[in-house]
């Protein structure tokens, strides 16, 4: 298992860095071999979450190793989905590292199959964890689409080409919202269930609603048209350090009763 997730992430590695000249040297050629490696790496990817499931015997997504594989499995298959449906293949140069971040991230967290917690052990467990990992997906993805926004409005782009990103980032963001909006709610039935309380103001718990205000706000700026589409794109950059500490930050500063996860 360890060669398996070590030879993903150094296939993850080798695509981003071909992407990267890909894009350096105007090479098609060389993005679409990028590209192939890429789906190698997810299919590998594929393989080993699945495979780590079968020794459990459980969602592979109960501590912070296993989390951020999962994170970074949804960043690549939600990309995967973009390319395919609405052929967003600009879209690789900034998700495939994001992709690649998060699993050298999981690489440093101890690697070994634990045991569920008896907290953990519930119908809600998959539903919780499994929404958590999409919605912070489609927050990164959101803030790479505005990262591909300025630089081409900064450069010119034509107008309906700058809108069709605005509104991928505000799908995305919608998508991401609503999964979200599923672990808060979910979550808080699980806590009440596990520990008699609804609601603890655990940190996990303020920063997840921190994170869901953020968006809800995005989404009110975004629906009212009360902001431009250049402002708004830079609120989604500057929310992806607060979903990136909600993820990992929360369980390395502030320990709680979700310190396990």
């Known amino acids: 298992m360890n060669v398996l997730f070590f030879v993903v992430l150094g296939l993850y590695f080798a695509a981003v860095m071909a992407q990267f000249a890909a894009a350096a040297f105007k090479k098609e050629k060389l993005a679409g071999v990028s590209w192939a490696v890429f789906i190698a790496a997810f299919a590998l990817h594929t393989l080993?979450?699945?495979?780590?499931?079968?020794i459990a015997r459980r969602?592979?997504?109960s501590n912070q190793f296993e989390f951020a594989?999962?994170?970074a499995w949804g960043i690549a298959l939600l990309l995967i989905v973009l390319r395919v449906k609405v052929k967003a293949g600009w879209l690789s140069v900034a998700a495939m590292p994001a992709a690649l971040l998060i699993l050298s991230y999981a690489a440093l967290q101890p690697r070994e199959i634990t045991e569920l917690m008896p907290a953990l052990r519930s119908a809600w467990f998959g539903?919780?964890?499994g929404s958590a990992?999409?919605?912070?997906?489609?927050?990164?993805l959101a803030g790479c689409?505005?990262?591909?926004y300025l630089r081409m409005k900064k450069q010119?782009?034509?107008?309906?080409q700058l809108q069709q990103m605005d509104y991928l980032s505000y799908r995305l963001v919608g998508f991401g919202f609503l999964f979200l909006t599923v672990v808060i709610l979910s979550g808080a039935i699980w806590a009440e269930q596990a520990w008699s309380a609804f609601w603890t103001w655990d940190p996990k718990e303020t920063w997840a609603l921190i994170t869901w205000i953020i968006y809800?706000?995005?989404?009110?700026?975004?629906?009212?048209?009360?902001?431009?589409a250049a402002f708004l794109a830079w609120y989604l950059i500057v929310a992806i350090p607060v979903v990136l500490f909600t993820f990992a930050g929360v369980n390395t500063l502030l320990p709680g009763l979700h310190s396990y996860a």
């Open 59 to 61: 969602l592979p997504m």
């Open 69 to 71: 594989n999962a994170f």
């Open 133 to 140: 990992v999409f919605a912070y997906a489609a927050f990164v």
């Open 216 to 228: 809800a706000v995005y989404l009110h700026l975004r629906l009212r048209r009360k902001k431009e």
């Open 48 to 54: 080993f979450l699945v495979l780590r499931g079968a």
């Open 145 to 148: 689409v505005s990262l591909r």
């Open 156 to 160: 010119g782009a034509d107008e309906l």
């Open 127 to 129: 539903i919780h964890i």
